[in-house]
Each structure stands twice: as structure tokens, then as C-alpha cells.
């Protein structure tokens, strides 16, 4: 067997990482490397001509989620090479291409990008999947992309556990553990554990759970009448918090644009039949000729999901003048850096326009990854016999600071070689 670790060794973002045996190869994500401060990516793999390279002979491409840093590079794969990816992330991602063609100069190109989405593969939890003498078993986790997924990957007798991106700490994630004992763990030993690392660069942040966002939303909606959220536009459990936080007070209508609507339709019916919680119910979708729309929002109150966009810039200015600046607050609900002027690898001006209009500011957020603590314990729990890969992190040699049994900081990889009959190849 062969582990090709094209990137993700050292960065966040990115990822892709290659399975293969003598009778079928795999590549789990095919992201795009994060763009900087200016919007540049510097992707060596950003060509038709480089990712037709790069798919050369592979059978499939598994994506864990829809996020660009993982499943950017989609629409520049060769079409009889199969793109598997889950079942609802497919109509998110559709939706979200369909929102993107609407840019100008880039219909035809979004459109081009919507019917390879169409021509997707699609997987749902637990339902193994068999390329060549590979199995791919997906199993939902939670993470700020809803429809993330987990594989547990067999073949040549060999165990594999590709993380994808998770955590521990949101509202889908009540039984994480529990289902590592009963999903992972009880059809016996895991040989390799690919994970990501993404907070091994902020060992020491606070990481909140989803349930205490949702609980400090609620004090500040008790103070604010009018609540402007920025927040991702695709995330199910954060978008939930302020739905329930809002419907809490009477009258209060829930507010965005048509994209938001949509979305949020999406994941009332596809995830809502498990769980009320995932239902949000009435949903307005903004227009500044809507009197009776305006006059409710203005005379009841409000939570709006906003984006830095122009038609957002447009809304604010026909609103903000009609709204008292002492009861309208906006809730920065993304990464801290991303508004931080001194970060210029990461802070984003249009982010830093938006904040600069509103008199109040709260930022409320945690992490849509695995914090430290949760990572130790993934690893300690599923202690695996041959070794750990740590990937989409800046910081991967971090592993070794974490709490982990004696036994195992000498098995984490970061550096390609020969180990139990894989041949591990590690991109720098």
C-alpha cells in the first residue's frame, strides 16, 4: 500500500491525500490552498492541466465536506474519474455555485462547475463504498460544514481512519465518543490515524461549545432588538443557535436574502425529520420594497443573517437610519484574524467595512475543529498500532506537546518512509 500526503503536512487547507494499492487508488479532498490577504491562493494544482496530472489512473475522489479547502479543485477533474461526496453536501454546494453564477463574468463558469456537482456520486452515513480491494466507510461527524464526514478506509488488511475536519464540541457531536467505541474501535484496531490539526497553532484559545454560542446569543438578544449576525451562510449547528435564540422572543422575525432562505430550506428538510431543532420554521427573505417586511422588523425586532457583499451594503443603507443605533448591535460570529487589522496573512478588509459601520460589536464564535484537548483524546482513545499522520495544520510537529500516551508520540509522521509494508510519501 502506498499514502501519498500531497500537502496539508504543513498548512491548513488545501488537503489531499492519496490511497492506493496495486488494484485501485483513492484521493480523499481536493482543496484549494487558502488565498491570502489580497485573494491570491499561490496553487500549484490551480490548472486543468496539473489536477488531470494529479487524477492520472485514480479510480475515485472522496470529499469530506464542501468547503473550498477541501473540495475546491472538483471542477478540473477528468470526468471518468467518479467524485463522491454526501448526499446533502451535494444540493449545499449546488445551491452555493448557483449563488456564485450570479457573479458577473462568472456564469458560465459556475454553470460548467453546477453539472459536474450534478454528475456527483453521492454517499450517506455508514454505507460502505468498494473501489477495487478498497473499502470507504463514511460516518457523520460535526464540523462548521454540515454533511461533514469521517472514512474509515480497509484494504490489504490494513485500517485506516481519515478524521476529515470534526469536533467535539458541537450539538451533533453529543455522542462522539461513544460512537468511536461502537463504529471505530469495536470492529477492531485502527493501523493509521490521519487527522487533522488545525488548532495545534492555538493550543492555548478557549474553545466554546455550540450550547454556550447559542446561550450568550440569547443575553445579547435580551439587549439588542436588533441583531445584525455575520456568520458562514453553510454552518447548520451556529445557524441553529440563533434560530432558537431569536424564536425565544416574541414576534421577532428571522431575516435574510434569498441565498440564506434557501439554504436554510435545505437543511429544514434534510435534517429537520431527525431533529426539531434543525427546523427554522419561517424565514424572511429581505427586499427594501416590502413595507409590511420593513415595518415588522423595525417595530418587533430582528435577527439578519448578513454577508460583505454589495447587494448587504445596500440593505444596511436603506435600514441602519431607521433602526436606534442603541438597540442594533452586530454579532461577529466568524474567526477573530480575519478581523484583526495587525494580521495581514489573514485579515479580510471587506469583514473589517462591515464591523466599522455598526456602534456595537460582539464577537461570539468557537471553532469548527477539534480543539487540542479533543484531539489528544481521539488519539489516546483510538491509540493506533502503527502510527499517527497529522494534517491540515501549520503546526503538525504540535502533535508531540499534546497529552498523548508515552507509546505514541514516537509514532506520529510527519516525514515520508517505510512503515509495516506502507510506503508513506509526505509532500513538503
Known sequence: MKITIHRGINQIGGCITEIATEKARIIIDLGQNLPDNDGNNFDPFDSKDAIEKLCNGVDAIFYTHYHGDHFGHFHSVPDNVKQYIGATAQKIALRKYKQLSLIPDKKAEMERAMEKIRKM???TDRNTINIGDIKIKP????????????FIIEAQGKRIVHTGDFRDHGFLSKNFYKFIDACVL??????????????LSRLDEPVKTEGQIQSDAQELMKKYKN???????????RLAGFKKSVRLFKNRLLVGDGFQKDILKIFTDE?????QVWNFGKVYDFCKTNEKLVKKMIDNGFCMFIRPTQKFEDYLNFL???LNPDKTVLIYSMWKEYVNPANKAHRKENYLELLSRFASVEELHTSGHASPKCLARVCNKINPAIGIIPIHSEYSENFKSLPLMENMR???FTTSQNISDIKLIINK
Open 320 to 322: 441602519m437610519p431607521k
Open 271 to 275: 435534517a429537520a425529520p431527525k431533529s
Open 410 to 412: 514516537e509514532k506520529i
Open 186 to 199: 469495536s470492529r477492531g484496531k485502527v493501523d493509521l490515524l490521519i487527522t487533522e490539526g488545525t488548532m
Open 227 to 237: 441583531v445584525f449576525v455575520l456568520c458562514s451562510s453553510t454552518d447548520l449547528e
Open 139 to 150: 460516518f457523520f461527524v460535526s464540523h462548521s460544514a454540515y454533511d461533514s464526514y469521517m
Open 121 to 123: 456520486l453521492t454517499f
